[in-house]
């Protein structure tokens, strides 16, 4: 979804960096006192500076706005790089948005071949762990998870990948403006017209020629990033460009093909009492398995008992299949309790995870109180009391 600002700072950057002439299309000085730098002075400039560095470390953070639905959201990243040139490099970021959910990703290695790794959480619970080596940034999109990685990572320390970047674009289409603040000159680039239009600004630091802070614009997103510390040409320890994966790493890893293995992984970490293994070996028995196995049926168990100690994620799965008409024949803790009481009992565990804002389960209370989808009896009332707690959560969980 933040393809176009991505392409249009990539394109930027090759206009940078790469090496030989650059003819800017237009310049247009907006001070009338002091003559300001043509567009293809300060880009030669800002160009020199970067090629200089021998390491380079940053910290900062980027808020991508954005409109969905009517309203507008938003998410935030955290992040620092750290680069020594021609050898290493890593970024680590953590990305909030809008419904709690955070993301660490981090890249690390060298730029022509470097792991990758996403990790999402909700809450206290893990969603999603995935992982990849020896990964480009030029082939960064054959995957809808590592190209939204490398959308933040990119936009991030963009500086300092400009000779793996190889995009192609009409340079004479783009649009150049020179202008002046108090402590930097700001650099806007425009390119395309209508509702396809892009600007994007860049402050300059005058005395340094360091980027400090970039601004992207088009009919849907509105991207900044702030470069709150630089440093350059300092030493860097060896452990600032490490990373160590988590041990569940492997075994909840999306793209792990050896499903034997991942098996085996997992039901070691279950084995250690942790609640997502447990979760995790549910979903894997039920993919591969089907409900009547007694693979499927140990696990039930242990969703049961995580469930019963309070782990909302177990509550919520509980509480759908306490809903069911025709209920998997198993034993359980639940088998003593009459219709009414199942539905009382499962309506309570959904209203507890959706007080916590868990967005499924808000997703369920109010889709089965105006529908009676999830054998919940219709209740306009009690739907849109919980559409004002799914909206409530959407502000109260919006990155500040």
């Not at 040409?233 to 075994?251: H, I, K, N, R, V």
């Amino acid at each position: 979804m933040a393809r176009n600002w991505l392409v249009t700072l990539l394109t930027l950057w090759s206009i940078f960096l790469n090496d030989g002439a650059i003819a800017a299309p237009s310049d247009r000085a907006q001070s009338a006192h002091i003559k300001l730098p043509s567009s293809q002075d300060l880009i030669a400039k800002v160009k020199q500076r970067y090629a200089t560095f021998s390491s380079y470390q940053d910290e900062g953070t980027m808020r991508l706005f954005y409109v969905t639905g009517g309203k507008e959201l938003q998410r935030k990243d955290n992040f620092v790089s750290y680069y020594a040139k021609g050898q290493k490099f890593k970024i680590q970021g953590q990305k909030v948005g809008p419904w709690g959910t955070t993301t660490l990703y981090v890249l690390w290695g060298k730029p022509e071949c470097y792991a990758i790794y996403r990790e999402d959480r909700k809450r206290d619970w893990l969603e999603y762990v995935d992982h990849g080596e020896c990964v480009r940034f030029p082939n960064g999109f054959h995957t809808t998870w590592i190209g939204e990685v490398h959308g933040s990572a990119q936009a991030i320390i963009f500086p300092l990948f400009y000779s793996q970047i190889n995009h192609q674009f009409d340079k004479s289409q783009a649009r150049f403006e020179v202008a002046e603040e108090l402590k930097s000159y700001k650099l806007k680039l425009t390119t395309g017209q209508g509702v396809t239009e892009t600007t994007t600004e860049y402050w300059i630091e005058k005395e340094s020629y360091l980027i400090r802070h970039v601004e992207i614009r088009d009919k849907n997103y509105k991207t900044l990033i702030d470069y709150k510390t630089i440093s350059i040409d300092q030493p860097l320890s060896d452990e600032a460009f490490t990373f160590e994966m988590p041990e569940y790493a492997l075994a909840f890893s999306h793209s792990m093909r050896d499903k034997r293995e991942k098996q085996e992984r997992l039901h070691k970490l279950a084995a250690k009492e942790m609640p997502e293994a447990q979760m995790a070996l549910l979903a894997e028995n039920l993919l591969f398995g089907g409900s009547g196995t007694d693979n499927f049926k140990n696990a039930m168990k242990t969703v049961f008992r995580l469930a019963d100690k309070g782990y909302l994620p177990a509550q919520s799965y509980v509480a759908h299949f306490l809903l069911e008409a025709e209920p998997v024949m198993l034993p359980s803790p639940y088998d003593r309790l009459s219709p009414p009481e199942r539905k009382h009992m499962a309506l309570q565990y959904l209203e507890k995870a959706a007080l916590a804002c868990d967005s499924k389960a808000l997703e369920s209370l109010v889709d089965g109180y105006s529908s009676g989808s999830i054998s919940i009896e219709r209740s306009a009332e009690k739907a849109y009391l919980w559409y004002e707690k799914k909206e409530k959560c959407v502000r109260e969980l919006m990155p500040q």
